[in-house]
């Protein structure tokens, strides 16, 4: 027994004889996954390679704690890890790395908590306030996956209104605004509990809508120029002296480019001529005697 023990031990010694890696830990914001850990201590002739594996609550439960290679970091060189897509869940993660230099294996370095992807860090978002008209249109830059954004609307003096956004929208119309100046502020929300810090005000003023007489006044002016204009053009035509209308209607002589300036003869041969012989018809010949 002590001899199989010793032999286990030299066995392990040999596969492990990497240091693993070390301080392994979750940097998440936004809903960015990224694992992230330090490199193994030790000399290595080589590029020290790191496959990551994870394990959530179906892998667990379900498969009989099988763990699932991440697709994207197997013999990476990169001591980081993004596991957004692998953690798709609200479920717990655990996750771990190991490290491999030429035929070295380290021994697995777990998280020392498994990782909920509701505990990410939310910043609050980066957003545009534009007027147009009487609307405000408040846009927004990338925003965290499967988030609302509150947006909080008010006039100076008066009561604020919250607008409810999903991140996929990534604009908001506030209509029908009177000419006063407004301000925004949003804030990112997760499960309606995990919230980020309100963004900034911005201010801006509402002009308002144009008058409704603007458009259709400019309809008809432009049908009234048009049908001034076509009545013009075809009174002149109609009404129009030959003389005068030559004077304004020239007809330009053929440029002499163009003109023919080749005779076409065509010969004939003198097979082809017609052969004529005059006869003289009297009634008061003497006829010949045969």
């Known amino acids: 027994m002590n001899l199989l023990l010793l032999v286990l031990l030299h066995f392990t010694h040999c596969v492990f004889a990497l240091p693993a890696p070390s301080r392994v830990f979750v940097e998440s914001v936004d809903m960015r996954h990224v694992l992230r850990w330090l ?25 009989n704690g099988n ?17 957004t897509i692998e953690l798709g869940s609200d479920s717990d993660y655990s996750l771990r790395v190991r490290a491999k230099c030429g035929a070295a294996t380290s021994a697995w370095t777990e998280l020392s908590a498994p990782f909920n992807r509701r505990d990410t860090v939310l910043t609050a978002p980066e957003m545009a306030v ?6 405000l249109q408040v846009s927004f830059g990338k925003l965290p996956l499967n988030a609302d954004v509150f947006v ?6 008066q009561e604020a209104v919250v ?6 929208q990534r604009v908001l119309s506030v209509p029908g605004l009177q000419v006063a100046q407004y301000c925004v502020r949003a804030q990112t929300v997760l499960q309606d509990q995990h919230r980020s810090a309100s963004s900034n005000e911005q201010c801006i003023s509402i002009a308002g809508a144009d008058a409704p007489w603007r458009t259709p006044t400019a309809v008809l002016l432009s049908v009234v120029f048009t049908a001034g204009f076509l009545f013009a053009v075809f009174w002149c035509v109609a009404h129009c002296h030959p003389d ?25 041969s003198p097979e082809d001529v017609e052969l004529c012989e ?3 018809v009297c009634s008061d010949c003497p006829s010949e005697d045969l």
């Not at 534009?130 to 609307?135: E, H, I, K, Q, Y």
């Open 152 to 157: 909080t609307v008010w006039r100076r003096g």
């Open 244 to 268: 005068r209308c030559k004077t304004f209607f020239r007809k330009e002589p053929l440029p002499h480019s163009l003109k023919p300036d080749w005779v076409i003869q065509i010969p004939i």
């Open 67 to 83: 763990w699932v290679n991440a697709a994207e970091c197997q013999l990476t060189s990169d001591p980081r890890c993004d596991v």
């Open 278 to 280: 005059r006869i003289q």
């Open 130 to 135: 534009m007027a147009v008209g009487d609307s």
């Open 163 to 168: 607008h409810w956004m999903p991140a996929e």
């Open 39 to 63: 490199p193994p201590q030790g000399p290595c002739g080589t590029a020290v390679l790191y496959s990551v594996q994870f394990q959530g609550e179906f892998e667990l439960l379900v498969q």
